[in-house]
Each structure stands twice: as structure tokens, then as C-alpha cells.
């Protein structure tokens, strides 16, 4: 079986002060894990959390990135920005990027090619809202927004994409998808990632559940099958909330 993959996305949180505090807690916690991990902290704060996190099992992210190179491209972040920084993971079409920010699949995708041809790695959010959920249209939106977000993606960089399951209805909502619910999901996004490059592929790629995933319920989430690790919102913001995750069995 594959170790479970753990990221906390901040979000519009914490300062750099709170950063350090929060790293310099979290190292003793989660030293010697078998679980991944990883912090996708706001651009401000990635500069002291990869120093911070240096040699210890953290990686670092952030949370958004730009396709272009270089340019007039007004409070855009660019790949190579964050690579000169030891960045390593960057989440890519959060919904809250799409429903605030115009953030569409093929946003999604210029992002996803960008960063995967600059040796970072992606971390890919698709999910339903409640209405589309209510309507029916779940595996339609799932279906869309994997293939079109990963329309030129290939096989071999795939090894380097992780996805992560978000629905809508489930962020900062305090109401989680049931395990079943969340498993099925995931089931259903492999599915069409072997349809698309191989079994081998869909089996290997990491796909994580988010969406009010907390100390609590992390253990009954890991637990299935289909489930690879968490992407973690407000959980994410407290150390001893966040460690409790990554040790969840
Ligand atoms: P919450 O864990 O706060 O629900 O947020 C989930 C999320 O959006 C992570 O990206």
C-alpha cells in the first residue's frame, strides 16, 4: 500500500512571524512520519518556511502560480520564482480560486503544463458544488474538470500530479463527504485517469480528499482505499490538529 500524502493549505493565513512559530512547532510532531507532507503556505511566507523546513520531512508549497515566464502580468507569481526559492508543490485551481478569481479548467491546465515543464509539482483540485451534486451532474463536473484540467498532461508527467478531491459543499463547511462518499468519488476520478493513461498510472497518482478533513475524521477517510491522503484547510492551522492528521491510522 502507498503512504498517504498529508498537505495543509493555509490560505490567506498567517504572517511570516506566525509561520516560524508554526514550523518550529510542527518539526518535532511529525518528525520521523511515515506519511508525506507538506505546507501550501500564502507566497509571503514561503521564503522562511522552505529555510524553516529545510532537512526535515516538510515539503513546501504555494498556492497558485502563473503560466507565463515572465511579463506584465500584475500580482502574478511565475514558476521559476518559485523554484529559485526551493519550492516544491503548488496547488493549482482551488475552487475558491475558480469561484473568486475566474479560475477555469483551462486556467487550470496552462498552470498545470507551467509548472510541471519548470520541475514543480501540481497539485490539481477539481470537486462539485452542492447544486451540481443535488443535480445529478457530479461525475459530469469530475469528468470535465480532470480531463480538460489534465488535457496535455502526459503519461509520463502524471508521476509527478497530484489530485486532489474537494467538494464544494465540504470546505470550511464543517460537513464532510461520508467515507463512502469521498471514496467513490476518488474511485470514480481514477477511473477516468486509466481510462486516459493506463491502470498503472491511475493506481500510482496520488488523489487526496479535502474538504473539513480534521483530526477527528482523518483516521475513518485514510482508511479508504481509494483515498491517498487529505488536503487540509482549517485543521491545517494548528499544529497539534495538523500532526494528528499525518499520524492518523
Ligand atoms: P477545510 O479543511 O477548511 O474545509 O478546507 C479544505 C480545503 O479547501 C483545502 O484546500
Known amino acids: 500500500m502507498k503512504n498517504k500524502f498529508i498537505a495543509g493549505n493555509w490560505k490567506m493565513n498567517k504572517t511570516i512571524a506566525d509561520t516560524k512559530q508554526f514550523i518550529n512547532e510542527l518539526i518535532p510532531l511529525v518528525a520521523g512520519a511515515n506519511n508525506r507532507v507538506a505546507l501550501c503556505v500564502p507566497f509571503t511566507d514561503l521564503a522562511t518556511a522552505v529555510e524553516l523546513a529545510k532537512g526535515t520531512n516538510i515539503a513546501i508549497g504555494a498556492q497558485n502560480v502563473h503560466w507565463a515566464e515572465s511579463g506584465a502580468f500584475t500580482g502574478e507569481i511565475s514558476v521559476n520564482m518559485l523554484k529559485e526559492l526551493g519550492v516544491e508543490y503548488v496547488v493549482i485551481g482551488h475552487s475558491e480560486r475558480r469561484q473568486y478569481f475566474g479560475e477555469t479548467d483551462a486556467t487550470v491546465l496552462k498552470r498545470t503544463l507551467a509548472a510541471l515543464a519548470g520541475g514543480l509539482k501540481p497539485i490539481v483540485c477539481v470537486g462539485e458544488t452542492l447544486a451540481e451534486r443535488e443535480g445529478g451532474l457530479m461525475e459530469e463536473v469530475l469528468k470535465r474538470q480532470t480531463l480538460e484540467g489534465l488535457a496535455q498532461v502526459s503519461a509520463e508527467q502524471m508521476a509527478d500530479v497530484v489530485i486532489a478531491y474537494e467538494p464544494v459543499w465540504a470546505i470550511g463547511t464543517g460537513k464532510t463527504a461520508t467515507n463512502q462518499e469521498a471514496n467513490d468519488a476518488i ?62 491510522k
Request: no cysteine; aromatic share 8%; net charge negative.
Open 187 to 248: 474511485g470514480y476520478i481514477r477511473g477516468i485517469l486509466a481510462q486516459k493513461y493506463g491502470d498503472e498510472v491511475a493506481q500510482n497518482v496520488f488523489i487526496q480528499y479535502g474538504g473539513s478533513m480534521n483530526e477527528k475524521n482523518a483516521a475513518d477517510l485514510l482508511s479508504m482505499p481509494q483515498i491517498d491522503g487529505g488536503l487540509i484547510g482549517g485543521a491545517s492551522l494548528v499544529p497539534e490538529k495538523f500532526q494528528a492528521i499525518v499520524k492518523a
